[in-house]
Structures are given as C-alpha cells and as structure tokens.
C-alpha cells in the first residue's frame, strides 16, 4: 500500500475546471516543475510504467486537495495510459518537492480515440466531403498561413469518427482535426502546456501553448474542432478563424485556343512557378531540386507534372530526345489538386550510375492544368565525376 492510501476516504481534488472551483493554470516554471516532481516519484514512475512510455500528460491544473490533517491549493498533473479509461491524478505540493496525493479517477465517460483503424485518405477536399458517416459538413481553411498549401484529408470510421484536414510546407504540418456533436473527443498530448481562452468567430475557445507545437479548440452547433501546428499563436488564430464549411469551387472556363499561353508561361491566372536552377549531383549518387507552384485566385483543378526530355539546347515541345541510359529523373506528386491561394511542393530526383558521363544536361519540365492549360520550364543537371 502506498503512503497516501489511509487518506483516500477524507481525500477531497477539486480541479479548477469543476463548477464552483477557483484557481487558475500555475506558472510555466511551476507547471515544468510539478511535472518533473511527479515523474521523478518512484510510485508515479511505477503507476503509469514511465519507463515504457507509453502515457500521455493530458493537464496540469490548479487543484484544492483536502484530507483530515492537511488543505492546500496545488498543482494536479494528470496522466493517461494508452487504451485505459481511468486518469491518473498526482497532486504535487511544489515547495517541498514532493507528491502529496496520488490516485486513479475512473473516467465514466467514454474514452477519447487515442487509436483506431487507418484512415481513408483522400487528395481532394471534394472526394471527402463526400465520405459517409458524418452528419455535420466538411470543414476547411478558407486562409492558411504563407508557404502552406492543402495536403490530403485522412477519414477515420466507427469508434471514433473524424476528419483530419492536413496542410503543409516544406517541413511542417497544419492539421485542422473535426469531429460531429455526439462523436467522441480528439484525443491529443501537448508537451508542457499553457492554457489560454480565446474566441474564434465569436465562439469561446481554448488557446494551449506547449513546447514546439500549439493548437486552438472550440466548439460550434454542430461540430468540435482543433487546428494544430508549429505556428505561432498570432497564425494559428487567423487560420483558425477562417474555418468554414467546404464547398465545392466553380472551376475556371477553359479558354479558347487563341487564349492558351505557350509552354513555359505560367498559367492558373497569374501564378508564380519555380524550379531549381540547377541540381548538381555527382556520377552514381542521387540528388533532389524542388518545383513550386503558388496557385494564386485561380488555381482550382488537378495539376500533372512530368519531365518531357533531355534536350542540348532550348527547343520546341516536339523535340523529344531520349535520357542518358545511365540516369534517371523522376517527380513526386505527379498529379495533385490545386485550391486557390495555395503552394505546393514537387520533388524532382536524378538517379546517376557510376558510367553516368559528367556534364551538363538542360531537362524540360512541362507542366499540365486540367488537361488544357500547359506549361512549363528549363533547369540544368550537373553530373560531376
């Protein structure tokens, strides 16, 4: 029996998120540091299987805690298991560094979806906005912050129903989570957070703060959301402000034949496309250059991208010369859909042997928008001995 069990009869936490409690969230340093009181207790340690790893930090809380001999306002850290229903309480009293009351709490509720089967992913917002099961519409981002652009829509059924809209850079991820009045909660772990309320289009909201990642939650008549990232408060706020329910965008006209522009214009109504100057790579290695696309007000429909040929000079689409045997150049995505005021991230990989002859090779990048619109450009590759 541990040593806080004879005071569990007269044990009394009342956590400032309960009606009638006061308090607030303790200080960032006092919240790191009940974290680390209560994870450096051997009985904690052994109670949730730190070494495993396997738990989650859902809150750190101001608490009152009672018992026959002893009343004080303390920090709460709470603690979840993977796959378990209860919660784990610890109430740490900071100044003397020491755990002053440990506990389960049987959850009655049911248990946030912290697992379930894999998702159904889709490339367009259309395709899942379509999906079943969900009685409340697709939410999108209307604004996202710069250098971000619509990534995929993974959906995920019964028992925990909910759609996942991603959008990314170059190295980060923006993810607006949703889920359906009645559905059950979004699980999620922020490290070391700091709670803040804030509104979203006038709806009440929770701002958490935590190390390398934030998020912002709010509920509306019909649906819950969270929009997480490694944006600042500021972007994440604006982005979150701009969630609304998706609808399908009117397509651009096809323009005439006197109206296409000529390969190596830009096209989707004046966008920017760029692509590395050069990739230099040496004879038997692999090396990657990057093509970007900004969509601008016009950039709805599906985009195809490919290398047409290896040309010695500048010439027309109808010079298609054949790749040295020994190389090999490859574009990943090949085919996306493009939304309005978005970038999107191509990888263009060179693949050489050891008898790949060093030089220099200008290649063709062409460019197709919903199968009217062409486009296109020139890079160089550098093969090096």
Known sequence: MRRH????????????LAAGCTGGEPPANETDTAVAIALADP?????????????????????????ADYAATNPVVTFRLHGQRSL???????????????????VKEPIPCMETGPPEVFSTL??????????????????????YGFSAVRVYGDPCPRREVAYANRTDRLLLVQTCAGDPPYAFAISM??????????????????????????SSENADFWLRGTVDEEELLAAASSTEPFATPTPAPIPSASEVPKPGISRFGTPRILWPDEITVTAGTTSTGEIVTESREKGYGRVH???RSRVTEHATLARTL???????????????????????YATVTVNTTPATPPGRYVLQFH??????????????VIVTE
């Open 88 to 106: 784990y309480r610890v109430v740490v009293d900071v100044g003397n560094a020491t755990v002053a009351a440990a506990y389960w709490q049987y």
């Open 305 to 307: 991208l490919r290398i």
């Open 322 to 344: 054949p790749m040295p045997e020994e190389m090999e150049i490859s574009v990943a995505p090949p085919d996306f859909r493009a939304y309005p005021g978005e970038t999107y």
């Open 5 to 16: 069990d004879p005071w569990i009869a007269a044990l009394a936490i009342c956590l400032v």
């Open 126 to 147: 259309e395709d899942a906005a379509e999906a079943a099961g969900f009685a409340c519409p697709l939410a999108a981002l209307s604004s996202v912050p710069e250098g």
């Open 193 to 218: 957070p700091e709670y803040r309320e804030v509104g979203v289009n006038g709806l009440p909201a929770v701002l958490v703060r935590g190390i390398g990642e934030n998020q912002v939650s709010w």
């Open 43 to 67: 009985e904690v340690r052994d109670a949730i299987d730190a070494d495993a790893g396997d738990y989650e930090i859902v809150e750190v809380a101001q608490g009152t805690y009672q018992s």
């Open 367 to 380: 460019e197709i928008f919903e199968g009217s619109f062409y486009g296109g450009g020139w890079f160089d």
